[in-house]
């Protein structure tokens, strides 16, 4: 079946803009993760969704950073006024179930952020 | 240093050879991971091993975890070009946390042919 998807995979965007990400989970996935990976970093959790509820935001670098999910399927990664610390690749991830008792997570192809 | 550090930071092979790489971290785990990743996108989910066991196999892969020096090994045997990648370690913490996947910053595996 269709795994993960991201979009767009590539972004540009001039500093102070807004931009938002979109993940499509596997369907019937109730867990939905974003993380972030800079350039030579690992992954860095930002939020995750069981259902569409997110139950721990701590990970949001700043208020700049928000995310929802709708139906308990698309989530969409909105960051506002965006800074050039910004520009990484941000990874979507879904699971069967919250935590790694209901299986691995399964990652998306991720969409590249620049911000010049 | 990080939970789920990997190391060494890179590692160059000749095809044919195998490869080791390390894996620390901190804090108690229920479960740790590995996954490789080409060309800084998505990743790949390679092998799971649980925090009760002690090594696992899967295909020309094998996993060892030491829970009480808090370090895990990946050993990648044969190797192919093909298998030139970053390769992370990721744990998730034992009790309210666990959903949370902790990475190292991976390490950098070059097989030349």
């Known amino acids: 079946g269709a795994g993960v998807s991201q979009s767009p995979s590539n972004k540009v965007t001039e500093k102070g803009k807004d931009v938002e990400l979109r993940c499509d989970p596997i369907?019937?996935?109730?867990?939905l993760y974003w993380y972030r990976q800079s350039l030579g970093q690992g992954l860095e959790f930002l939020i995750y969704f069981q259902g569409n509820s997110a139950p721990d935001k701590s990970g949001l670098p700043s208020d700049r950073f928000s995310a929802e999910r709708t139906g308990g399927s698309v989530s969409t990664l909105t960051i506002q006024r965006t800074q050039q610390e910004d520009s990484a690749v941000y990874l979507c991830?879904?699971?069967?179930?919250?935590?790694?008792?209901?299986?691995?997570?399964?990652f998306g192809p991720g969409t590249r952020l620049t911000v010049t | 240093s990080q939970q789920g550090e990997e190391d060494p930071q890179a590692l160059s092979i000749q095809e044919g050879e195998n490869a080791t790489m390390n894996c620390s971290y901190k804090t108690s785990i229920n479960n740790l991971q590995w996954y490789r990743q080409n060309s800084g996108r998505g990743l790949v989910h390679l092998i799971l091993?649980?925090?009760?066991?002690r090594e696992k196999h899967s295909g020309r892969l094998r996993v060892t975890l030491d829970t009480s020096k808090k370090s895990s090994s990946l050993l990648i045997t044969a190797s192919r070009a093909a298998d030139t990648a970053s390769y992370f370690c990721a744990t998730d913490a034992s009790g309210g946390s666990n959903y949370k996947l902790t990475f190292g910053k991976g390490t950098l595996l070059t097989v030349n042919p």
């Open positions: 369907s019937g996935h109730t867990a």
């Open positions: 091993i649980r925090s009760n066991e």
């Open positions: 991830a879904s699971s069967l179930a919250l935590g790694l008792a209901g299986g691995r997570q399964y």
